[in-house]
């Protein structure tokens, strides 16, 4: 309960605004909306990332479209769903636990263009699997693994001339400073929560 508390308090007077957007989702019927305390020292709890900062996310893809994305880190699929009924996308989900994996699974089974990986992020063959958004919703407890995870991505991509996004949601500060040579090309933050959007540099 503490946690919950610590992500609502976060957001001070941006609270009624983030409840607000939270209420019109989840009447319009948007789905993945559960919350998992894992008590793990390697992967975070899945508290999913706002509608406040889908919503904003996805304007901006409206603007400078993609054709694939990958949440890293789904849990109970909300950003895959939000993207899937807001964009005609491709798009993937990869999650470690499988009771989240099931669920996902099961929420996208009639939708063609999803699909959910049962999968672990460092046995994942990204040099095969590339996408024009890489999403997370800080999956990682430390900065060391979310590096380690970043790294693996970028040298997957590092002879493609293919422009590609990340998208960090919640991320704290140090844990953006592997982003600093990068291209900023949208953000938002409110307490000790945000939403960055990144290009790497050619």
């Known amino acids: 309960m503490k946690k919950i508390y610590d992500i609502i308090s976060a957001y001070g007077f941006f609270l009624f605004k983030l409840l ?10 948007y789905r993945g909306n559960k919350f998992n305390i894992r008590n793990d020292k390697k992967v975070t709890d899945n508290i999913p990332c706002s509608y406040l900062f889908l919503s904003q ?4 893809f409206k603007k400078n479209k993609i054709n694939s994305f990958v949440d890293l880190g789904c849990g109970n699929g909300r950003a895959i769903d ?4 807001k964009l005609n996308i491709k798009c993937f989900g990869i999650e470690l636990y ?8 099961n929420l996208f089974k009639n939708d ?5 990986l049962n999968k672990n992020f460092f046995t994942f063959d990204f040099n095969q699997n590339k996408f024009d958004c890489y999403f997370m919703n800080d999956p990682l407890q430390t900065k060391e693994d979310s590096n380690k995870l970043i790294e693996m991505i970028m040298l997957s991509r590092k002879n493609d001339s293919q422009p590609f996004y990340f998208v960090l949601s919640n991320f704290n500060k140090s844990k953006r400073e592997y982003f600093a040579k990068f291209e900023l090309v949208k953000s938002f933050e409110v307490g000790n929560r945000g939403y960055w959007i990144f290009i790497p540099n050619n």
């Open 20 to 29: 607000f957007y939270e209420a019109v989702y989840i009447f319009m019927g």
């Open 57 to 60: 996310i996805v304007n901006y």
């Open 82 to 85: 939000f993207f899937n009924k």
């Open 98 to 105: 499988q009771e989240n994996f099931k669920e996902c699974e």
């Open 112 to 116: 063609a263009n999803v699909t959910i």
